[in-house]
């Protein structure tokens, strides 16, 4: 969802280098707090998400000037956060203890069932990944997900409903073991 004091991404483009150098620091300083909450989603500790902020910043500043249409240039910066947490779970191959991070965050059932979710979500195959995190991590609407992922909203309607229901379904088997 775009907030009404977010920088304006196409007034960043066709400039010289370092006026779209100042652009870009400016697009990361508007943005850090929704990268780092992503990072964190994922990786579930405050380091990782840190380096992962700082990792994706030089990957986008790097190819920065490959954006296509500079009006998806969040949606484009979150991608790469996504992709960069997803490759970095592979690597390491970790398991997080769900009941570890409960203790470190309380013991709030809320917060057990959050995190529940949360792993069900990151298990899912990444084309319903993403529409469930722009969803409802991000609060895109329906069509903003489809004009940023430029796939049609019924693509967008299927996708979110399949995702939902692989969710429904990784749960109610989880409840019955």
Request: aromatic content about 10%; hydrophobic content about 30%.
């Amino acid at each position: 969802m775009k907030n009404a004091g977010e920088p304006m991404p196409g007034n960043y483009f066709h400039r010289n280098k370092k006026q779209n150098d100042e652009a870009f620091s400016e697009l990361m300083v508007s943005y850090h707090n929704e990268l780092y909450r992503t990072a964190w989603r994922y990786l579930k500790n405050e380091h990782d998400a840190l380096d992962a902020l700082q990792e994706v910043g030089y990957r986008a500043y790097k190819n920065f000037h490959k954006v296509k249409n500079p009006q998806y240039v969040k949606t484009w910066m979150i991608r790469i956060m996504i992709n960069y947490c997803l490759n970095e779970m592979n690597r390491r191959k970790r398991v997080i203890p769900v009941d570890s991070l409960s203790e470190k965050q309380g013991r709030d059932q809320d917060r057990a069932i959050s995190l529940d979710v949360e792993r069900y979500v990151q298990s899912l195959d990444e084309k319903y990944q993403l529409i469930i995190v722009l969803k409802y991590y991000h609060q895109y609407t329906l069509s903003e997900i489809a004009e940023n992922l430029e796939i049609p909203i019924g693509t967008v309607k299927t996708r979110l409903n399949h995702g939902l229901g692989l969710l429904r379904n990784k749960m109610q088997k989880e409840e019955g073991k």
